[in-house]
């Protein structure tokens, strides 16, 4: 992240617990006295309390102050967006990390409005509202996963987000989502497994973004990717898994995420991929690079 002497303003959604917490937390220990960082939630005594309690930490530097941001309400996210830009002329450091918890024992298909809302819906919203309030040098990352790589998706499904608009991944969430509606999810090909098409939108709809402004961006040190913190353990993670001696805790999930956004100059490599652990993913075969070359070179 460029360095200014304007306070720099940071913004992370679903960040009341979980990864987004600790970014929160991350964040507020990198950044200065004068920059602030925003830890958004939907719940207001969830968000304080949260707020309160990363403010009272003894490595926190920069101000920190909770703001109750559903991000299913994208006119609060537009509203948030221009706030920031009148209050402070934009802002610095955005992470769309918000996800619906979803329990193995339930039915996926009535749970897809709200996982949809939360997971594609509102990082539309916060790619376009956002996106135009990002300052020069500022970062932009959505918090995606390794299953959002277009090898996870029925071959049948892949021209929807393969080289798609913004406004074409936004019309396949929809598609896919009147697809369960109408039951007919599965048989188009649609993974039943909602995270799965969900990561593979958010994925797309960066590198729809990515695509429009990355000369422009490259040129200011402005960085807009998704990233995969792997496998963390958290409240929604611990359901679906018995085995968690691999698991990260969330603070050592955020760093690789944190750093990303403390980099001093950005990767070409990076701008607008997936990535993981400082490497991109590749978007088709979701390998690493040194991997991809093991595969074009046995
Ligand atoms: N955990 C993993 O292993 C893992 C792996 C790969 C990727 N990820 C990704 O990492 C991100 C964070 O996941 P996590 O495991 O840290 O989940 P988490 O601990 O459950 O945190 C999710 C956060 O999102 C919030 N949220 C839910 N609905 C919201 C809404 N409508 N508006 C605003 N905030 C909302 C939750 O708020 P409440 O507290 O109010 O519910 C919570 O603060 C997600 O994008 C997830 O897909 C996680």
């Known amino acids: 992240m ?5 306070p720099r303003i940071a913004l992370v959604t679903g960040a009341n617990q979980g990864l987004g917490r600790a970014l929160v937390e991350g964040l507020a220990a990198r ?7 925003l830890l958004t939630g939907r719940d207001e005594r969830r968000v304080t309390e949260a707020a309160r309690e990363v403010e009272g930490l003894p490595a926190t530097r920069a101000r920190v102050r909770g703001h109750v941001l559903d991000v299913t309400d994208t006119d609060a996210v537009d509203r948030l967006a221009d706030e920031l830009r009148v209050r402070y002329g934009g802002v610095d450091v955005v992470i769309s990390n918000a996800v619906a918890r979803l329990l193995p024992d339930e039915s996926q298909a009535e749970r897809a409005d709200e996982f949809i809302d939360v997971s594609n819906t509102a990082t539309h919203a916060v790619l376009r ?25 029925d071959p049948r499904l892949h021209h929807l987000f393969d080289g798609a608009s913004l406004d074409q991944v936004e019309y396949a969430v929809e598609s896919w989502r009147s697809a369960v509606h109408h039951r007919t999810a599965e048989e188009a090909g649609w993974p039943r497994w909602l995270n799965v098409p969900s990561k593979v939108a958010q994925v797309a709809a960066v590198r729809a973004v990515a695509a429009e402004r990355r000369t422009r961006d490259l040129a200011t040190g402005t960085l807009i990717a998704s ?11 611990r ?18 995420v944190l750093d990303l956004v403390s980099a001093e100059r950005v990767d070409p ?30």
Request: aromatic share 8%; proline share 7%; net charge negative.
């Open 239 to 256: 359901p679906w898994f018995s085995d968690y001696s691999h698991a990260q805790s969330p603070a050592e999930a955020a760093r690789a």
């Open 129 to 153: 509202a956002f996106g135009a309030v990002l300052r020069p040098g500022g970062r932009l990352l959505v918090v995606a996963s390794s299953l959002g790589t277009l090898g996870h998706l």
């Open 269 to 298: 490599a990076l701008y607008g991929e997936l990535v993981r652990f400082g490497a991109a993913l590749d978007w088709h075969s979701g390998k690493p690079p040194v991997e991809q070359d093991r595969i074009l070179t046995p």
């Open 31 to 37: 950044m200065g006295s004068d920059d602030l960082v």
């Open 227 to 237: 990233v995969c913190p792997g496998m963390v353990d958290t409240a929604t993670s």
């Open 2 to 6: 460029t360095a200014t002497n304007a």
